[in-house]
């Protein structure tokens, strides 16, 4: 159904109405589209952010929240990318506030369903690539050339000046990089020196360190933002900041004064433990929180307890994947259930528990109740040791038959005594 022509005919026709309803306000805004697998939401919040702090007034629409200037509104719709109605009419009240830049994450989805047709987009951001979605794309190659879509509607529109930023390390971003002919662009990376380049990184619980490098420039920055995969989001970001002219000791400023966002690497103490409160849903996220935290483990000498689920109803092949990442790299597992929408919790379970290599009833519990499987993590861990919550709870509510329903990873982890 949807690759039909009808399909696309209708999606397309539902873009264009919403242009012109609102009067195309993308033509007289400085749009910034942000794709990727993973570390979208991050990025375009750093982005915003420098934005912010050092040109002009930006808006901000994110899977998380949505900003304009220095107000923020939460993301109920719970989706990366808006209807086109409703994505029409925020750039419409972006131009409306004099707001001349906005920063967007754009998802895959959205540009397959064509919500971003006749959007009019100035600078393409990609964080990285890895397999994703595949329940809803054919293959991981027409997932790529999706997300390409991005970067090619900014090449045949009709803004002056077409900008890009793609990652050096990830195997499609070089490739990008060197085959799109862009007017200004900035490649950024860590495992060899591109145009723009952290080095020396030093990773904690508590911040993260590395010298940000551009030509001959370099500055020492030092983030709340944890781990290894958040400097390439801040490359990202720089890099942003420097195709706009933001001198580098003032994109160091913004960095610094970068708040970590719901969901995405919360840390705190509670009980004399290390919880953590991730939204890890793929392999590639899992794995570089889990190697982060192990590392950081091996410093305290403690257990490293691994609360997750697996997404429901979709990429199934990520399930052997995660159980086997999560096996790699924590002590203790505990496989718990999220959003299981039409598919039985249960069934998740057990598809996921048949990929472990071997079920130790001392190192792998089955807890469908998310609650329990949180009050299991905190009875079956001592002071000192380090518990992941990986999953969507940081989201306050979700939709159910009945109604909403509230619920927090947060608000339970404090309600231990």
């Keep these: 159904m949807r690759d039909s022509v009808v399909y696309h005919v209708y999606k397309r026709t539902r873009a264009i109405l919403a242009t012109k309803i609102y009067g195309n306000p993308s033509k007289d805004l400085f749009v910034i589209g942000v794709t990727g697998t993973d570390g979208k939401s991050t990025t375009a919040n750093m982005i915003h952010k420098i934005i912010n702090d050092n040109i002009s007034k930006a808006a901000l629409l994110s899977t998380i929240n949505i900003k304009f200037w220095d107000q923020e509104l939460p993301n109920q719709t719970k989706m990366t990318s808006f209807d086109p109605f409703l994505l029409q009419h925020y ?3 972006a131009k409306s506030e004099g707001i001349k830049y906005v920063v967007v994450e754009v998802s895959s989805h959205a540009l397959h369903q064509h919500r971003f047709d006749w959007v009019e987009f100035d600078m393409g951001v990609l964080t990285n690539i890895t397999p994703e979605h595949l329940d809803y794309h054919k293959n991981f190659e027409d997932y790529v050339q999706t997300k390409k879509k991005l970067f090619l509607s900014i090449l045949n529109g009709t803004k002056p000046v077409k900008y890009a930023v793609f990652p050096k390390d990830d195997e499609i971003g070089i490739k990008w990089f060197e085959e799109l002919p862009f007017d200004r662009s900035l490649s950024y990376g860590i495992i060899r020196k591109w145009n723009v380049f952290a080095q020396d990184i030093v990773e904690s619980l508590d911040d993260t360190k590395f010298k940000l490098g551009y030509l001959s420039q370099i500055v020492n920055v030092k983030m709340s933002l944890l781990g290894k995969f958040n400097v390439y989001n801040a490359l990202a970001a720089a890099s942003v900041g420097l195709l706009l002219g933001v001198d580098i000791e003032k994109i160091k400023t913004s960095l610094e004064g970068m708040s970590p966002l719901p969901g995405r690497m919360e840390v705190f103490v509670h009980k004399a433990k290390t919880w953590v409160v991730d939204f890890a849903h793929t392999p590639n996220g899992l794995k570089n929180v889990l190697s982060f935290l ?23 092949y990520k399930r052997p994947q995660m159980a086997k990442i999560v096996e790699q790299f924590a002590d203790k597992i505990i496989l718990t259930s999220d959003d299981p929408a039409g598919e039985s919790r249960y069934e998740i379970i057990k598809d996921v528990s048949e990929w472990f290599a071997e079920v130790d009833p001392l190192k792998i519990y089955l807890i469908p109740h998310r609650k329990a499987a949180i009050q299991l993590a905190d009875f079956i861990s001592e002071p000192g040791d380090i518990i992941l919550v990986a999953g969507k709870w940081h989201e306050t509510q979700r939709w159910e038959n009945r109604g909403k329903e509230s619920r927090s990873d947060k608000n339970i982890i404090y309600s231990l005594k």
């Design 294 to 316: 192990r590392q950081t483990n091996k410093a305290q000498s403690g257990k490293l307890i691994a609360v997750f689920w697996a997404p429901w109803e979709r990429d199934p």
């Design 91 to 93: 750039l419409s009240l």
